[in-house]
């Protein structure tokens, strides 16, 4: 379209051209007129007169050179090369030493592999299982890897109806089995027939074990019961090949909670994850490194994130979400590269968020003391103040009053309020009102109160209180001048 055009209006300038000399200045002035235009509309285009930025340069701008050439090397679920691996030559020779007799046509034993947060159990075990696949392949077996994660799942009805999912889905096949209404027991043989129509092996990887609690307290957890049921189908015949389970846990301790049936047939070989230090986790991200453009990484930004890190219990997990929110933060203020500053505030939005994801967790009653409080720092005319205790209660009566809800006594909420310093939302200190005046508590917010105040109300019926911002603020400021002049 765009060609077409312009090779038409070139057409007609060169024919008046070639009829008169005088037709060919007019060219010459239309040309001119022309790119006078252009250059005009180009200015037009680059800035106005307000200095504003306009469209076109907001897309330039966007289009400048991301920080990442790889972001995906620093995503924490993908999976990465053996190469990659750092610091886990033990974990690893334990699971391929147990895991060995599945290419030798023996059954292995279960395993237990257990160790805090983001410490490479899954990354091991998924990368010893994956070779075992393309082994068995090279000789013509079929070797099954059934991976759930039992954390969102409920009973041991959904775990099994998980499982037979996850293996319809890996082979292709139907599900075959509704996932309610029917008992758990059909749920188990439609899993085993799966299993017996497409692998001559396979290992369930039981990620999260311990939170498969199920339903009932005081029954046999149903995590007991799956394990005891998966880890002895193959003694029943009920699987016809070998199996072997793998359970992950950050805590072991469920073991003690296990029925002893279970425990015997589950019977593992315990591997066992560290924490990393700050050396380790430095390893992991430099090779990772590739994920960022050559010289887009200034040379204190690995040890930085990989001492934040370590703080937070060696969780190669948060090390590399450190890495990839520093990254991020680079791109959107559009800088040529990562530096320490972008990783510490990074750092400092992981715990900010930390701290108002407890909140969204306290009890209503704990939320209003809490909304009071902050109301007090954020309404008051003096910016950043403290709260005085016989203040923030007020406004805790008022907002109770207006949401017709329970009110505790003034020592209940000093309680409440107090505890949230545990938080780090708020410091606590003890002031005297001179002499006969007797003591109270003060309240400082360390977090952001309005950040606070936003995220309470997005959860409970707080809403009712936020819309009336001008009557909580006169209440505010009412209550200060009564305790000041009191
Ligand atoms: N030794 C390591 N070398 C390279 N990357 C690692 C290493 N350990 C962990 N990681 C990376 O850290 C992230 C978390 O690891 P992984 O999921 O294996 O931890 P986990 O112990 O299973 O944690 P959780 O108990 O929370 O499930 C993944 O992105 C993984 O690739």
Redesign the pocket.
């Known amino acids: 379209m765009v060609g077409s055009d312009s090779s038409g209006a070139n057409q007609s300038t060169v024919e008046s051209s070639e009829d008169s000399p005088s037709g060919m200045q007019r060219t010459d002035e239309i040309a001119e007129g022309e790119a006078e235009t252009q250059e005009k509309r180009g200015e037009e285009e680059s800035s106005d007169e307000s200095g504003q930025r306009t469209i076109r340069e907001m897309f330039d701008e966007d289009g400048r050179e991301s920080v990442f050439v790889n972001r995906d090397l620093v995503e924490?679920?993908?999976i990465?090369d053996e190469e990659?691996?750092?610091?886990?030559d033990e974990q690893l020779e334990s699971v391929v030493s147990y895991l060995k007799p599945t290419l030798q046509g023996n059954r292995p034993p279960n395993m237990l592999l257990y160790?805090?947060?983001?410490?490479?159990?899954?990354?091991?075990i998924?990368a010893v299982t994956h070779q075992i696949i393309d082994l068995c392949k090279s000789k013509g077996e079929r070797f099954g890897v059934i991976d759930i994660n039992c954390q969102p799942i409920n009973t041991l009805d959904q775990a099994v109806y998980e499982l037979v999912q996850t293996v319809a889905s890996n082979t292709n096949s139907e599900v075959g089995v509704p996932e309610t209404g029917v008992s758990t027991k059909r749920k188990y043989r439609r899993l085993y027939e799966l299993i017996n129509e497409n692998y001559d092996s396979v290992i369930f990887i039981l990620?999260?074990i311990d939170l498969l609690v199920g339903r009932r307290a005081n029954d046999e957890p149903a995590y007991s019961k799956l394990l005891y049921q998966l880890s002895r189908a193959s003694n029943t015949n009920e699987i016809e090949g070998r199996v072997s389970v793998a359970a992950?846990t950050?805590d072991p301790k469920f073991m003690e909670d296990i029925d002893g049936r279970a425990e015997s047939s589950f019977n593992p070989r315990d591997v066992y994850?560290p924490d990393?230090d700050a050396n380790?986790l430095r390893e992991?991200l430099k090779?990772r490194k590739d994920a960022f453009r050559k010289d887009a990484l200034k040379g204190d930004v690995i040890p930085l994130v990989s001492a934040f890190a370590a703080q937070s219990h060696g969780?190669?997990?948060k090390?590399?979400d450190l890495f990839r929110g520093a990254g991020d933060l680079a791109d959107e203020r559009g800088d040529d590269a990562v530096s320490e500053d972008h990783v510490r505030e990074s750092q400092e939005e992981i715990d900010k968020d930390r701290s108002l994801k407890l909140v969204e967790g306290l009890t209503t009653q704990k939320k209003i003391s809490l909304y009071s409080t902050a109301a007090v720092t954020r309404y008051s005319k003096q910016t950043g103040s403290s709260v005085p205790s016989p203040v923030g209660f007020k406004i805790y009566q008022w907002v109770t009053d207006e949401l017709d809800a329970d009110q505790m006594t003034r020592e209940t909420y000093v309680k409440y309020v107090k505890e949230l310093s545990t938080y780090g939302l708020v410091s606590t200190s003890r002031k005297s009102r001179g002499r006969g005046g007797g003591m109270y508590m003060e309240f400082t917010f360390t977090g952001d109160p309005v950040a606070i105040m936003d995220r309470i109300v997005e959860d409970t019926r707080l809403e009712a209180i936020s819309s009336q911002t001008d009557l909580l603020r006169s209440v505010v400021n009412a209550q200060l001048r009564e305790f000041q002049n009191s």
């Not at 990659?84 to 886990?88: D, L, N, P, S």
């Not at 160790?115 to 091991?124: D, Y």
């Open positions: 924490p679920d993908t990465i990659r691996i750092v610091g886990r160790g805090p947060a983001g410490t490479g159990k899954s990354l091991i998924g990620d999260e992950l950050n994850f990393y380790q992991i090779n969780d190669a997990r090390a590399i």
